[in-house]
């Protein structure tokens, strides 16, 4: 949804701990932990109209936010 934060600890607040902790243990987490982010922040960019880019590009970008975070919930149940 337009404007929506999809920040990890807005979509797993029940994971908050687990992904500080992973963060600062996990080093795979951490990359894509910070690849997530760069994801995110360049779709919420779009949304605002900051930058534009054609909509093959943004449907990518979804897809690769989904993906990223998809691994990453996946570690964060292990780790729980």
């Given at each position: 949804m337009f404007g929506e934060s999809h920040d990890?600890?807005?979509?797993?607040?029940?994971?908050?701990?687990?992904?500080?902790?992973?963060?600062?243990e996990d080093r795979h987490f951490s990359r894509l932990f910070d690849e997530y982010h760069e994801v995110d922040?360049?779709?919420?960019?779009?949304?605002?109209?900051?930058?534009?880019?054609?909509?093959?590009?943004?449907?990518g970008l979804k897809l690769r936010r989904l993906n990223?975070?998809?691994?990453?919930?996946?570690?964060l149940q292990q780790a729980a």
């Amino acid at each position: 949804m337009f404007g929506e934060s999809h920040d990890l600890a807005t979509e797993f607040p029940e994971y908050k701990e687990q992904i500080h902790q992973l963060k600062m243990e996990d080093r795979h987490f951490s990359r894509l932990f910070d690849e997530y982010h760069e994801v995110d922040s360049q779709l919420h960019r779009i949304e605002q109209a900051i930058e534009v880019h054609a909509d093959d590009f943004v449907e990518g970008l979804k897809l690769r936010r989904l993906n990223i975070k998809d691994e990453l919930y996946g570690m964060l149940q292990q780790a729980a």
